[in-house]
Structure formats: C-alpha cells, structure tokens
C-alpha cells in the first residue's frame, strides 16, 4: 500500500540540482529543453522548467569526470548554515534527476562537464523552498537520441526543445527568465566551439529576511 511520505517545513531549504541542456544543432538555432510541471504540484505549477529536483542521500557517491576543479570550488562557497552538500552529490542529483524526468542519459567527461552557471535559493513563504544549482552541458553528450523521451516519468509534461530566442516566452518562473538570460549571453559567446562556465556566478540568496545578490568567483 502507499506509504505517506512527510511534508517538507515550508521554511526548510533543501539542496537541489537542475539542468539546462542545449542543442546547437537545431535547424531553429540553438534551443533548451523545458516541460512544464504539473498543475497540481506544489512548487511552480504549470510553470515552464528545466529538469531538476531535490538531492538524495544515495546521490552522494563520487561523480569524478561531472564537474571541473573551478565549478567544484564554487560549489563549495557559502553553504547553507547547517546543511552542507558535496559538489559530487549534486552533479549526481542533476544526472539523475535528468533521466528521471526525461528519460535521457548524460554523460560528462573531463572535456566537456557539467559547468556550474547559477544558484539560487528560493524566497522565504513559498510551500517549498531550494538551494538549487543550475548545471548547463552541451546535447551532444546525451546518450543516445535526443529526442526520445519515452522514459521519462510524468513530472514533467510537454517536453520538448524551444529555441533560446523563444524560450522567454514560456509562462516562466521568474528565476527562470532570469537563468535563461545568463544561458543566452554564454551560449552566444561560444558559439559552435565549447561552452564555458561564467567568470563569477550569480547567486540570488534568498536565506535570510532580505534578498541578496551577489557573484561567487
């Protein structure tokens, strides 16, 4: 029979990893790929999103090849008070995370990893709040067809690339918008060639009564 799983405290902030995955070989330019939660959810419904989701304990295993030494450091600076996360659990979240919800397998390398490119922790009264690290990658690491989404589980719904020049006029959460303008500027500086991590990170902290805005180098 179902077991009953416990509601997160409104106030708790949980870790969370998400991926931005973009195509650049797209005959519409270069695009993401979004769905859009559920109506019934708790957390951003109906609302356009990249796949991602809390981390899980058996996430923390060593996730060597995911993440370069500089996206490792960053993912290290100012953790949440009380609660630190390893830089290999959330790469792990981010992965799994992905096959869960679309049904596709990424495969970082040492070459071409996961570059971490946002953070941001959701506002105080929200019915769920994150500490969510925002990972983009190239689609040419996806293992296999990348449009298959055949195993993807029912979280999300209406999968599918959109052009980045497009995107923004989803029915976004606004981190959302905002993410997706950073993606933008990024994405047009390497244009065919690799795909950089920023040079600081934004990072919207939202843990304490005021909101905060600050780079993490």
Known sequence: MPVDRPVPSADRIRHAATVILIDRDRADGPSVLMGMRGAGAAFMPSKYVF????????????????????????????????????????????????????????????????????????????????????????????????????????????LHWVPLSEARALDLPFITEVVLAEIEALVRAAGYGPLHAPETVPFFDNRGPEPRFVQLS
């Not at 090849?65 to 630190?84: Q, V």
């Not at 040492?110 to 946002?118: G, N, R, S, W």
């Open 51 to 158: 796949p991602g989701g809390a981390v899980d304990a058996e996430d923390d295993a060593p996730c060597p090849e995911a993440l370069s030494d500089a996206c490792r450091a960053r993912l290290s600076a100012e953790p949440l008070a009380g609660a630190t996360v390893s830089p290999d659990a959330l790469a792990r979240a981010a992965l799994r995370e992905m096959v869960e919800e679309t049904g596709l397998t990424l495969a970082p390398s040492a070459d071409d990893p996961l570059l971490f490119v946002f953070r941001a922790i959701t506002p105080p009264g929200r019915p769920r709040r994150f500490d969510a690290r925002f990972f983009l990658i190239d689609a040419r690491n996806i293992v296999g067809d990348r449009d298959d989404f055949s195993g993807a589980c029912d979280e999300l719904s209406h």
